[in-house]
């Protein structure tokens, strides 16, 4: 499957836009993505290995945390995930450039 990775993280993944992973879920598209580029995973999910609430995941054009499986939605391996994070007032998202912290 193909993951679109947006500006703000294509840093951890060699300046990237479009990343080519296998798996047969989006939990195992996420997982090969953080594998193979192991620097962004703790900006997709907390410690407890949970996806952070300010990461969106779109499976094609179905917003992931809305399908009946979640994660465990199984793709096609045409399927194309885009990462989106939220942007809420302040700068103090780990996903902002030049955070104020």
Request: proline residues 8%.
């Amino acid at each position: 499957m193909k993951i679109h990775i947006p500006t703000p993280l294509r840093a951890y993944t060699d300046k990237q836009e479009t990343v080519s992973v296998d798996g047969a879920t989006v939990a195992e598209g996420l997982e090969a993505l953080t594998v193979a580029y192991p620097a962004i995973k703790q900006h997709l999910f907390s410690p407890d290995g949970k996806l952070r609430s300010f990461v969106n995941v779109y499976l094609d054009d179905e917003d992931v945390r809305y399908l009946p499986e979640k994660e465990a939605t199984t793709v096609a391996p045409e399927a194309e995930l885009t990462i989106i994070p939220s942007i809420a007032g302040g700068c103090c998202s780990p996903l902002a450039a030049g955070c104020c912290r």
